[in-house]
């Protein structure tokens, strides 16, 4: 049973800083492109940074320059440190990943996300 498990959300002042880990568990063959989302209430689920197997990051142009996506391959974990927080951040930022598990017949490989965890943003 693989988990995502993601931690460091809160309620910061605008202008401040966040740091967002998720971390995945279980019998992990292989980690390949991992993502963070984020809901805002009333809105649908945006995508806001991803980086990719090899390390290659990319962002949404409303975080481009403020927030910065990396991963620890030896720790499965990804992170995202928002700086210069602005009250349109706020919303529910999600982690998602593709992981390769065993199977008894051969690897599968599926997308799984995080429970999910509350930044507010005040101003």
């Known amino acids: 049973q693989v988990r995502l498990v993601e931690f460091g959300g809160g309620l910061v002042q605008a202008g401040g800083s966040l740091r967002l880990s998720c971390t995945a568990s279980?019998?992990?063959?292989?980690?390949?492109?991992m993502s963070w989302y984020r809901q805002a209430p009333g809105k649908q689920r945006e995508l806001v940074a991803m980086?990719?197997?090899?390390?290659?990051?990319s962002y949404a142009d409303s975080v481009k320059g403020r927030f910065t996506i990396s991963r620890d391959d030896a720790k499965n974990s990804v992170y995202l440190q928002q700086n210069s927080l602005k009250p349109e951040d706020t919303a529910v930022y999600y982690c998602n990943a593709r992981i390769t598990i065993a199977e008894p017949i051969g690897t599968i490989t599926t997308e799984y996300w995080g429970q999910g965890t509350q930044v507010t943003v005040s101003s």
């Open positions: 279980g019998d992990i063959l292989h980690i390949d492109g």
């Open positions: 980086i990719t197997g090899g390390g290659s990051p």
